[in-house]
């Protein structure tokens, strides 16, 4: 709007031409919109009660996001499931070096792309029996609930499973 009044255009010209109100435009251009008060949900939490969902995050990884929010509730956070699992995702640190990645790869072409291996990894971990607490434990043993070895909580299998995308040639 501003190079537009530069250029003589009326408030009502340059609302039709960027598609909104008039008075938006005068706002702008008076300078009134500045420090007004913001449209649009609130943010429910606060940078302390995020470092504080990580730190309980950190302190065993293999909770599940109802186990995180009853936590994160006792700890004066109150939210939804979803925020949980919007807020566990990536920290600033990961955020900056995916960026960073796709900064890099963006005008790669076709041919640059066709040269790279895509896989993905999942794993599968499955309950043989559904009673008694979870155990999230690598290698065989007893369970560390268990002093004479017998009688573990559950048997846990993992399974990994390995998708490959080979690139395509011509021949």
Same mark, same amino acid.
């Given at each position: 709007p501003d190079t537009l009044k530069r250029e003589g255009k009326t408030q009502k010209?340059?609302? !039709?031409?960027?598609?909104?109100?008039?008075?938006?435009?005068? $706002?702008?251009?008076?300078g009134k919109s500045?420090?007004? +008060?913001?449209?649009?949900?609130?943010?429910?939490?606060? &940078? $302390?009660?995020?470092?504080?969902? &990580?730190?309980?995050? !950190? +302190?065993?990884r293999f909770q599940t996001l109802g186990d995180l929010r009853k936590q994160w509730t006792e700890s004066g956070v109150e939210t939804s499931r979803a925020t949980v699992h919007r807020r566990v995702?990536?920290?600033q640190k990961q955020q900056?070096? $995916?960026?960073? #990645?796709?900064?890099e790869k963006q005008h790669w072409t076709v041919a640059q792309w066709s040269k790279v291996l895509f896989s993905d990894e999942s794993k599968f971990c499955m309950s043989f029996r559904?009673?008694?607490?979870?155990? #999230? &434990?690598?290698?065989?043993?007893?369970?560390?609930q268990s002093s004479s070895g017998s009688g573990h909580l559950f048997s846990l299998c993992s399974v990994f499973c390995h998708t490959f995308s080979f690139?395509?040639?011509?021949?």
């Open positions: 010209d340059i609302s !039709e031409r960027i598609g909104c109100s008039q008075s938006a435009v005068s $706002r702008h251009l008076s500045v420090g007004r +008060k913001k449209c649009g949900k609130k943010r429910c939490t606060t &940078r $302390r009660g995020d470092r504080t969902l &990580r730190k309980i995050v !950190e +302190k065993d995702l990536l920290n900056q070096k $995916r960026l960073t #990645w796709a900064t559904n009673q008694g607490a979870r155990v #999230w &434990r690598s290698g065989i043993g007893p369970s560390p690139p395509q040639t011509s021949h």
